[in-house]
């Protein structure tokens, strides 16, 4: 059976939500989607059928100091307006089809990072609360994000543990898959300032986060290698942005968002017959 697997990248998932739509508009259903950070919350419209909604939003909100500005720490304790975001858009400004999400018998399934044993936990997204609080939790960058409580467990970021989760997608049972990357050909990470300061503050409290925190740039780049390698054998298609259509994690410009999203549209429309290949 084919997975979808989505990239995180706060808002570099602008591509991925352009491949979804593309993949939408064109009745193209994946039966298990996994992800994590905001690649995972895009695709939860993708199983809703929702085409332009992640679109809509980030386009008439990246400026909108409720949706993402330094006046949310003293209300939310975060960057982003938890409440506004997570709350106030999908039940009142851009309503969640929940009929249609629940419904629809794909799979959805949401990495988080456990904070107290620095390991990944894959959460089910049919299990989504009406204040969206697993996704909260999959995108909780340390410090941008409070740490999120859910069924007693606390989490951060999926993509501290598991930034593309290829392997729990093959221990699932699926030997092809869609690989949507939010970083061009030829990216490494490398070990970031916010990492070393994160796991130097984080050290008494949570422990078990330092190493996945400083050795996370080691992961990922190991993560795309063996992406490439399922590529090579045929198990695989990764559909990633072209380097002349980056924009940064938290971009301010709309009209590079704007044709990042159109980017990311065509080339799924390029690439259908093979996307379709992978589902037979």
């Known amino acids: 059976m084919g997975a979808l697997i989505l990239e995180g990248g706060?808002?570099?998932?602008?591509?991925?939500?352009?491949?979804?739509?593309?993949?939408?508009?064109?009745?193209?259903?994946?039966p298990?989607?996994?992800?994590?950070?905001?690649?995972?919350?895009?695709?939860?419209?993708?199983?809703s059928k929702q085409p332009k909604r992640n679109y809509d939003i980030l386009m008439n909100h990246r400026h909108d100091k409720r949706y993402v500005g330094l006046r949310?720490?003293?209300?939310?304790?975060?960057?982003?307006?938890?409440?506004?975001a997570?709350?106030?858009i999908p039940q009142e400004i851009y309503p969640f089809d929940w009929?249609?999400?629940?419904?629809?018998?794909?799979?959805?399934?949401?990495?988080?990072?456990?904070?107290?044993?620095g390991e990944c936990e894959y959460l089910d997204g049919k299990q989504l609360d009406q204040q969206c609080t697993m996704l909260k939790a999959t995108c909780a960058i340390p410090f941008a994000f409070p740490v999120i409580s859910l069924n007693g467990k606390k989490y951060y970021d999926g993509g501290i543990c598991d930034p593309i989760p290829v392997?729990?997608?093959?221990?699932?049972?699926?030997?092809?898959?869609?690989?949507?990357l939010t970083r061009p050909k030829?990216?490494?990470?490398?070990?970031?300032?916010?990492?070393?300061?994160?796991?130097?503050?984080?050290?008494?409290?949570?422990?078990?986060?330092?190493?996945?925190?400083?050795?996370?740039?080691l992961l990922y780049n190991e993560t795309i290698a063996y992406c490439e390698e399922l590529e090579r054998q045929g198990q695989a298609l990764i559909l990633r942005p072209n380097e002349a259509f980056q924009i940064d994690s938290f971009e301010k410009d709309l009209k590079k968002i704007d044709r990042l999203y159109h980017y990311g549209y065509q080339l799924a429309l390029e690439h259908l017959d093979e996307i379709q290949k992978i589902l037979e």
């Open 186 to 217: 030829g990216y490494q990470k490398s070990l970031s300032k916010a990492n070393m300061i994160a796991s130097r503050l984080l050290k008494k409290k949570y422990p078990h986060l330092v190493q996945p925190l400083l050795t996370r740039h």
């Open 99 to 117: 009929e249609t999400f629940l419904n629809n018998p794909a799979q959805i399934k949401v990495g988080v990072t456990n904070v107290e044993t």
């Open 86 to 88: 997570y709350e106030t």
């Open 167 to 180: 392997r729990k997608a093959q221990q699932d049972g699926h030997d092809k898959m869609l690989i949507v």
């Open 32 to 47: 298990y989607v996994i992800g994590v950070s905001a690649g995972i919350t895009d695709g939860f419209s993708y199983v």
């Open 72 to 84: 949310n720490y003293i209300s939310d304790k975060s960057l982003f307006g938890l409440r506004y």
């Open 10 to 30: 706060t808002f570099r998932p602008i591509f991925s939500s352009g491949v979804m739509d593309a993949l939408n508009d064109h009745h193209i259903d994946f």
